[in-house]
C-alpha cells in the first residue's frame, strides 16, 4: 500500500494565523482526500482533492477557510485559514481508489492559542 | 441520510477474553465495509474490506463479517497488544471514494 508523509506532524499556532499541511504520497493517486478528528472524535470528511480540478468540500467546510491544492498525482496541501481554537484537532490526510480502502498518513496534531 | 453507528464505544477485557465489536450502517448502495485500526498518536491502519453479505475476512486474533445491517469484529483470545480503537467506515453507492466513519471502540485488553 502506498506510504502517506504528512508535514508538520504537529504544531501550536496562534488564533488569527494560517497553517498549510503537506501530504506526499510515494506513488501516484488519483484520489486524496482530507479529514478532521476532533479529540475522541471520528473522522469527518473535509474534502476530495482532485488533481486538475477544483476540491469538492463537504458540507459544513468551506474554500476560504480550508484552501486546498492538489498540483501533481503525488502531492496535496490543506491549509486551515484564520484560526481559531476551535480548529485545533488532528487532520488526517487519505489516499484511495473507489470501493478501495483508503490508506492514512500520522495525521498533523493541531493546537490553537 | 447515510449513517454508521458503532457500539459499545469502550470495552474493556481481560487477556484471553473473547468478545464482539458491532457496527451498524444505513448506506444506500454500499459499495464497501472497512475496518480500521487506530493506536495513539497514530493514523488508522487498514484491516478488513467486506464487499457483500456473508463475507467473512480473518486475521491473526481478527474476524470481519457482514450482513445486510451490520459487521461484527471479533476478537478471539485477545492480547494486550490489540488494544486500539477500531474503527468501521462504509462507502456509499456514489463513485466519489467517499468513506463514512462510525465513532469507534476502544478495546483495552488487560493483562
Known amino acids: 500500500s502506498a506510504v502517506i508523509s504528512q508535514k508538520p506532524s504537529r504544531d501550536i499556532c496562534q488564533r488569527g494565523t494560517s497553517l498549510t499541511i503537506q501530504c506526499q504520497v510515494d506513488s501516484q493517486v488519483t484520489m486524496m482526500f482530507w479529514y478532521r478528528q476532533q479529540p475522541g472524535q471520528s473522522l469527518t470528511l473535509i474534502a476530495t482533492?482532485?488533481?486538475?480540478?477544483?476540491?469538492?468540500?463537504e458540507s459544513g467546510f468551506v474554500i476560504d477557510k480550508f484552501p486546498i491544492s492538489r498540483p501533481n498525482l503525488t502531492f496535496s496541501t490543506l491549509t486551515v485559514s484564520n484560526m481559531s481554537p476551535e480548529d485545533s484537532s488532528i487532520y488526517l490526510c487519505?489516499?484511495?481508489?473507489?470501493?478501495?480502502?483508503?490508506?492514512f498518513g500520522d495525521g498533523t496534531r493541531l493546537s490553537i492559542l | 441520510e447515510d449513517q454508521v453507528t458503532q457500539s459499545p464505544e469502550a470495552l474493556r477485557l481481560q487477556e484471553g477474553e473473547s468478545s464482539s465489536l458491532n457496527c451498524s450502517y444505513t448506506?444506500?448502495?454500499?459499495?464497501?465495509l472497512f475496518w480500521y485500526r487506530q493506536d495513539p498518536g497514530k493514523g488508522p491502519e487498514f484491516l478488513f474490506t467486506l464487499y457483500s453479505a456473508g463475507e467473512e475476512k480473518e486475521k491473526e486474533r481478527l474476524k470481519a463479517t457482514l450482513t445486510k445491517k451490520e459487521s461484527f469484529l471479533h476478537i478471539t483470545a485477545p492480547k494486550p497488544e490489540d488494544s486500539a480503537t477500531y474503527l468501521c467506515a462504509a462507502g456509499g453507492s456514489s463513485n466519489t471514494g467517499k468513506l463514512i466513519f462510525g465513532q469507534g471502540t476502544t478495546l483495552q485488553v488487560k493483562p
Open positions: 487519505s489516499v484511495g481508489e473507489s470501493n478501495q480502502p483508503q490508506h
Open positions: 448506506v444506500s448502495g454500499l459499495r464497501g
Open positions: 482533492a482532485n488533481q486538475g480540478s477544483e476540491a469538492t468540500y
